[in-house]
């Protein structure tokens, strides 16, 4: 099964909405504010880069991790739905879910590891981003499901990158009321797409509950 395009942008609008980069650009210009331009647009680039990786091999491999620990289905896209949850919900509130607020040494020197951990990592994506992806998967487990969630996945990285990329131009553009309220309806859609995943499996672990 195949996502269609409504289903491939609710996808990529809940990615971004978890993702939060434009709540990470304040991290991202923090963390690399002493980089020289070229190092700094190179991070970028492995940030997203990584992040990409991180999130396919996460769809690819989620099918493997379910039989491996004898998870079901429902059951998996129910615990997915509500980790997100709780992420979504302090969206919502106009809250950031950004826990990567450590100063990290020698970043210069090892720009290239920063890029990955903590850039990519948890500042960028953190469990909850991979438990939506593995969720999606649940319901498109099929190769050219993988593959249309892949798709989805890198555009989403390119758009991260480009943020990044552009991370100064943006958030004097921007400001912190437009990021404010970007966050807020990010996680509105986010709730809306954990409690359909929530729903989903209970009706099917406890088809009671369908009525």
Partial sequence: ???????????????????????????????????????????????????????IAGAWGGEYIIKLFGISVDALRV?????????????????????????????????FSGAIVPLAIPATIDGATIALVITQVTKYNSIEGLTSISFVIMAVAVIIGIIYLLCNLIRDIIGETGISIATRLSGIILVAIAVTAIVSGLKEMLPGLAG
């Fill in 1 to 55: 099964m195949v996502m269609n395009l409504q289903e491939s942008l609710l996808f990529g609008v809940g990615l971004l909405a978890i993702i939060e980069p434009f709540s990470s650009l304040a991290f991202f210009n923090a963390y690399t504010k002493n980089y020289k331009n070229k190092i700094k647009n190179a991070s970028a680039i492995i940030s997203a880069l990584g992040v990409a990786i991180i999130l």
């Fill in 79 to 111: 615990a997915g739905g509500l980790v997100i949850l709780p992420n979504a919900l302090t969206l919502v509130k106009g809250e950031s879910t950004d826990t990567a607020g450590a100063n990290p040494k020698n970043r210069k020197k090892n720009w």
